[in-house]
């Protein structure tokens, strides 16, 4: 069937284009009996109006951009598509649909300006970022534009632009992580980190040195190590290597997040060395992967589609131009206590 264009629908209608396009965008000064008949005809040539013409007009696209950096594949992680699912997820309860981009790195000047020709273009009402930095100089260019910007693990508390959105591990994990650790008997503690330019691996960090600090746990160089890359197995077991090269080993190593707790799972079985009868593990996030580790592992969990359900509500709300919205949410996360950790 050929498609049918506004002045066809007026001519159907025996109305003028204008009432047509007027009926369509939902004014509300057209009768109801020429309304009911300019959509009888609409509805029955199954119409919509071109979104070129939309945008045009000044319209919304009732799209969210998602876009997910990432020097790692994301294609077969369960974790990153958990994400993917609960932001289309959220997005299309609130009658959004989703533009997907997948960039390796934004140092990548081509990266950039793709990301910036999508919102220049119209084609997003707002964008949704995940696994950029903290201080990622694209997105601070795209607020200062007044783009809608949503960032999951991102937080500035000197910066409170209304288009600046954001959602948030709770900053107290890796002190609840040590407390436990503590309480289960674990005095010598190892630590691998993974990227110290996201905002929830620094918050990570210096909540387990402070809880350290607290309980007067000795902090050994030699046990601490950086994964390098946020979520990647392969990083955490490179760093797994080097912290057993050591005279003496820990006790316990934490994970800056589950994915290093996998590679460090990796090198311990590679070396023979038992989980957790020689050495503990525990991780942080919650992914599905962890309960099928042999051991299963113990994680501090995350409740994915309430953080990313939080993040595109409340970027929709500034896309709608609502007032009542909270510009940043810091989720809390549980401990889920499994095979990895063991009382001593």
Known sequence: MQRLNSNEIARLAGVSRSTVSRVVNGYRNVPLQTREKVMKVINDNGYYPLLSGQLLAGKKTGTLGFFWISNTAVANDMLCSEYFARVTESAAELGYLVLTCIVKNLSD??????????????????????????????????????????????FHPDRGEQNRISVNYEIETGVKIIDYLYELGHRKIGIIDGDMSRYCMLKRHEGFLTSMQQHDIEMRGEWMFYADIFNDCDAGYSAAKSLLKSNEWPSVICAGNDSIAFGIYRALEEDGISIPEQISVIGIDGHGLGEFCSPPLTTFAYDYKKMFSSLVRRTIAAVEQETDYQTTEFISGKLIERGSCRRL
């Open 109 to 154: 000047q081509e990266n950039v300006e793709l990301i910036k020709r999508v919102f220049m273009q119209g084609r997003v009402d707002a964008g949704i970022f995940i696994g950029a930095k903290n201080n990622e100089p694209l997105i601070e260019e795209l607020i200062a534009k007044d783009k809608i910007i949503g960032v999951f693990d991102h």
